[in-house]
Every structure is written in C-alpha cells, then in structure tokens.
C-alpha cells in the first residue's frame, strides 16, 4: 500500500514509518516540522504541510495516489491541553476534520487514527477494557474522543474504514538505534529519568506519594513504541469500508513511578536523584490496560512486556544522541 503518514516526523510516527517501510510499504510523510524532526524521516519522503491546509492535503492524497492515512499528527501534552485548550481543538480536532475532509474527497477510505487512553479519565475499573466508559478529565483526552465520534459517524455515513488504536504510556526507542525520543521540552517520566542519568538534570521529581498504590506513586503501563508501530501495520491491514475497530494499544502490566525510576537505575548503572514533589494536576492514579482485544482481533500482543528491556533501548538511544537528533533532511538514516 501507499501509505500517507501524518506527523510522521514524530515520535510514534517515525517508528511507525519505519515500520511500514520495512514491511514493503510505500510512505509518504505530512508533518509542519512544528515538533517533529525532518531527521527523523527518511531522505525523499516528507512533503511539509499543516493540517489546516486542506486543499494541500487534497492534493497530496490525489497526485501521491494513497490508498490509506495513518494519522498521528497533534497535540499530545495533557498539562499544557488544560492551560492552552485552544490548541488542542484547533489543531486535533480541526486539523482532523479536515484530513478527513480532504481523504472523503479524494476517495481514500482507510485510516489508522492514534487516540489515546486519555479518553477514560479516571476509570473506576483497572485494567481498561474498551467497554470502559470514555469521560476524559482533559482536553487533550476530549479532543481524541471528539475525532473517534467523528469518525464513527464518517464511517456509517460516507464508507470510512477506520481503526482508532488508544495508546496508554508509549516509551522507548528503536532497537536499530537511530530512532527515539525527542521533545523539547520533555515531560515524559522516562526520558527525564534517562537525561538525569546523563547529567542533563539534577533530579527527577516524582509527582505525589500519596496515591492509593502499592507504593503510593502513579501506576502505568508502558507500551514500547516499536509495539506501537507493529499494531498500526496489522490494524491496516483488518481495516474494512463502513467499519471501525477501537483497540486498547498496552502490555496489560502496570509499573509504578518509583519502580520505573528503579529500572532507569538498574539499566544505566547510574545514580539518580529524587525529589518528592505534589500531585501533577490530572494524573489518574493508574492506568492498565486490558490489551485482549487486540490481540484477538490483530493477533497483536506487546513483545515488550517487562520494563528493564524497554528502557534499556531508550537507554540506548539517550546516550548515542543526548542532544536529540541530528540535524538535516534524513540525517537519522545516514549511518543505519
Ligand atoms: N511523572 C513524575 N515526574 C516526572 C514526569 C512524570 O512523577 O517528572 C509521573 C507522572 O505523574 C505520571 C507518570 O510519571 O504518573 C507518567 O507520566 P508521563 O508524563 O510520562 O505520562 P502520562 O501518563 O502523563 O501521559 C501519557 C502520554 C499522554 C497520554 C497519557 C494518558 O504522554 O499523551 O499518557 O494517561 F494522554
């Protein structure tokens, strides 16, 4: 297939591009450049453009030929989607529409959409199964729910065939080495483990310590991003006109915030100081998911499922490249 990828210079995308190339796909990858990195992508592939720009979108899904959309282009901070809501609407739900839009002009049915098990909020039952009513606490998690509601209904009306895969914590890095995690601004309890190890920062702040867990810090379960990847490939290939799957995209263990800490540790031999801080605002205090469906509609489980090893790729990625990547068009590529 000839597959559009949105934001395909991020962090998901750029695996999930690096996927389909090596299982025989052909990639286009639609990306502002506006957090993803262009050397991230393959030299050749990526065509700059915002998703507002529809007619853009238009004509790159006709003159390319595409046949499916994978997209993963938006906002994805929750802190910041509760002090800056407008973005998140603006850009995740209006910038989908008119993706949308532009694919129902262009005759492309097939999308593969990252939504985000933010769309449960604070769920009353671990682990989380798709049935889980979805009540998001953010605007971040609404913003994901709007567009599978959206999509629900493009695909009764107008043919759409659609998987919405609702990621829990995506971590880690390609175990080839020239792909990982880069943001600015990092929020994420891994990486800012990692860039203490590093001697990047001081400490790492653990946000509350009084959760009612079995250590008393946030428990969540980390998916690795190459698992990720391998998801979005087979949830393509099942996708089928009219219909939508909703899949819950984790390992089905939970690890606790001290525990990961402890892995970061154990992986880099370094030492690394905490501080206790408060409650983050809008932190759930866990979050599991039940990941049966997927495996019994994708044949798709996570190969990652212990946290030593996917940190240890993340480990990996931080040291061979501590100031993210390299600049220039295709510059990840150039060695690998
Ligand atoms: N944490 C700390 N200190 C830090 C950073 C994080 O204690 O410096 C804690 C958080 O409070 C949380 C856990 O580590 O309990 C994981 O936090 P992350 O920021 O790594 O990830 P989140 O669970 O907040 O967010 C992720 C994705 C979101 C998605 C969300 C669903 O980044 O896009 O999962 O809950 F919406």
Redesign the pocket.
């Known amino acids: 297939m000839r597959v559009l990828v949105t934001g395909g210079a991020g962090y998901v995308g750029c695996h999930a591009v690096d996927a389909l190339l090596r299982a025989g796909h052909e990639v286009r990858v639609y990306d502002n450049l506006e957090l993803g990195h262009a050397g991230a992508v393959p030299l050749g592939l990526l065509i700059e453009g915002d998703l507002a720009e529809g007619d853009k979108l238009s004509d790159v899904l006709s003159e390319q030929r595409i046949d499916a959309v994978m997209h993963f282009a938006a906002y994805?901070?929750?802190?910041e989607s509760v002090t800056d809501p407008g973005r998140y609407w603006h850009n995740n739900v209006l910038g989908t529409l008119s993706l949308l839009d532009a694919m129902r002009a262009t005759n492309v049915r097939s999308l593969v959409f990252s939504s985000?098990?933010?769309t449960y909020g604070v769920p009353k039952k671990s682990p989380i199964a798709e049935s889980t009513p979805q009540d998001p606490v953010?605007p971040?998690?609404m913003s994901?729910l709007t567009i599978e509601r959206a999509l629900a209904d493009y695909a009764s009306a107008y043919g759409l065939g659609y998987a919405a895969l609702r990621?829990?914590?995506?971590?880690g890095a390609s175990p080839h080495g020239h792909l990982g995690e880069a943001h600015a601004n990092e929020?994420?309890?891994?990486?800012?483990?990692l860039q203490a190890a590093l001697g990047q920062s001081e400490s790492?702040?653990?946000?509350?310590v009084d959760?009612p867990t079995r250590d008393g810090?946030?428990?969540?379960d980390y998916i690795h991003v190459d698992d990720l990847a391998d998801a979005h490939l087979r949830a393509l290939e099942r996708l089928s006109p009219g219909a939508g799957l909703r899949l819950n995209l984790g390992t089905g263990r939970g690890f606790s915030?001290r525990e990961?800490i402890d892995a970061c540790r154990r992986v880099s031999g370094r030492e690394i100081h905490v501080e206790i801080?408060t409650?983050?605002t809008?932190?759930?205090p866990e979050?599991v998911a039940d990941p049966s469906r997927a495996r019994e509609v994708l044949g798709w489980t996570a190969r990652y499922s212990e946290i030593d090893p996917i940190v240890e790729t993340a480990w990996q990625w931080h040291v061979a490249h501590p100031a993210g990547y390299p600049d220039g068009p295709g510059a990840a590529f150039e060695h690998s």
């Open positions: 994805s901070t929750v802190g985000t098990c933010a953010n971040y998690g994901k990621y829990f914590n995506a971590c929020s994420h309890l891994i990486p800012i483990c790492v702040t653990i946000f509350g959760y810090t946030c428990i969540r915030v990961v801080g409650r983050r809008g932190d759930p979050l």
